[in-house]
């Protein structure tokens, strides 16, 4: 039995559906267990691209069975639609997804007002998904949360809907001068929503913890990424929830004696999405050319992402917070043209040199990172499928990475397809 969990290392988008795509096939379930639909989880299999928002990446897999956690924000509208995209192209689902009853629910007025807040903040903008995120959690948190197991009760949902909406219209009207929710047609649709998750509902908790007692293999698969974190990351430029391995256990309701392994997933390079500090963010155009070749747009909100160098001192904060095993590193290829790569190794902060990233915003704003830097290995990687078929620059320079960050490589990646990926023998 090998239960694993899967962190984004840097800001999000390291590319971890691949990789958990790659490794569903070792796993019976896969489990979402924070966030929601401002996650985008892309996988390419045989050309066709999926774009995952709140159902795991593992559902590609036939037989592999998914959860929603209790720790992920659901909007049922998102969700019936991932189903629905995942019926049209050919993929049976049947029995194998599996809802938490106690997941909180995105309402429309929460996307409306994590919209308005975001105006709001004028030039300090968090720049987030407009999914309704923080608002939900807002919510969940403050104990005026709508959960998925109220979708099923008219009491439940007409009481919470219409104290919910004393407030929230009160806000909606007077402090942001926008029209109101009516109660009743949010009632009706969110029981209609109920009667469609139904089938998937149930307690998601239980459901693990049978599992792992029967020695099934679970694999948890975090979204965004750990410097999103809401307590470690970059605050306020950060999601609302806790993205880091921890996480999987509050989220979906197991022990962390259950859990063997945790996989910190990064790209070959850095990058970022939304505003907040990014010490090594390129904005030439060194930058411009990663975003190029690496095709930085994101899943979600198809915003350009912010790309920089490989920043080991973020890393091993990554590794500090995750207690990583290991690491699979993502998008090799992209860097395949590139005569001269850079590593951040320490930053300087006020004339002095620091190697732990700042936990002050104003600081993390303010270091200049230090950099070593080595040869490019100016061919194609793509093709590679052992370490030892990777250009000795290239393999120098992943043992680099994990060398200063102090975590063996599990994983690489060099292209989007499901094969193209090399595992390390001792893995
Ligand atoms: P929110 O999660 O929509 O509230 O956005 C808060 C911050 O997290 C913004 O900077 C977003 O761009 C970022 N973010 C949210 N989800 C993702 C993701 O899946 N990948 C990368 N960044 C994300």
């Not at 104990?143 to 219409?162: F, M, P, Q």
């Not at 790209?267 to 963010?281: D, L, S």
């Not at 290991?326 to 590593?343: C, E, G, N, Q, Y």
């Amino acid at each position: 039995m090998a239960n694993r969990i899967i962190i984004g290392a840097q800001w999000g988008d390291e590319g971890k559906a691949k990789i958990v795509d790659y490794l569903t096939e070792h796993s019976d379930i896969v489990v979402r267990f924070q966030g929601g639909a401002n996650a985008g989880h892309t996988v390419i299999v045989k050309g066709t691209k999926f774009i995952f928002h709140l159902i795991p990446a593992g559902i590609m897999h036939p037989g592999k069975e998914c959860v929603i956690g209790n720790g992920v924000v659901l909007d049922p509208a998102q969700f019936l639609k991932e189903l629905k995209e995942i019926s049209d192209k050919g993929l049976d689902y049947a029995g194998r997804v599996f809802l938490s009853d106690r997941a909180t629910i995105v309402m429309p007025y929460h996307i409306a007002l994590d919209q308005l807040r975001e105006k709001m903040r004028g030039n300090s903008k968090i720049g987030t998904t407009g999914r309704g995120i923080g608002p939900a959690y807002m919510d969940k948190v403050g104990r005026w949360g709508i959960r998925v197991g109220d979708l099923l009760s008219v009491h439940a949902l007409s009481e919470k809907v219409t104290m919910n909406l004393e407030e929230k219209n009160a806000l909606i009207t007077k402090v942001f001068g926008e029209k109101p929710f009516n109660a009743e047609k949010l009632i009706a649709d969110y029981l209609a929503f109920g009667e469609q998750l139904k089938p998937y509902i149930t307690d998601t908790s239980v459901f693990l913890a049978k599992a792992a007692q029967n020695g099934k293999n679970l694999l948890f698969e975090g979204a965004q990424g750990t410097m999103l974190d809401v307590d470690h990351g970059t605050y306020p430029f950060v999601t609302s929830s806790n993205t880091i391995a921890g996480s999987a256990c509050c989220g979906s309701g197991i022990g962390p004696t259950h859990i063997h392994s945790v996989i910190g997933i990064t790209k070959a390079y850095t990058t970022r999405v939304g505003n907040g500090p990014f010490p090594t963010e390129l904005t030439d155009e060194m930058g411009e050319r990663i975003r190029n070749v690496g095709g930085e747009y994101g899943a979600t909100t198809g915003r350009p992402r912010r790309c920089g160098w490989f920043d080991a001192v973020q890393m091993k904060k990554a590794h500090q917070l995750n207690g990583f095993t290991s690491l699979a590193i993502t998008k090799l290829d992209v860097l395949d043209s590139f005569p001269k790569m850079r590593i951040c190794t320490s930053y300087t902060l006020n004339g002095e040199t620091i190697d732990t990233f700042p936990g002050n915003i104003d600081e993390c704003a303010a270091v200049t990172p230090v950099y070593e830097e080595m040869d490019g290995w100016n061919c194609s990687t793509s093709a590679a499928r052992e370490f030892s078929d990777l250009p000795e620059k290239a393999q120098r320079y992943l043992e680099r990475l994990s060398q200063l960050v102090g975590v063996p490589m599990s994983l690489v990646s060099v292209g989007p397809e499901r094969d193209q990926t090399i595992v390390n023998s001792d893995f």
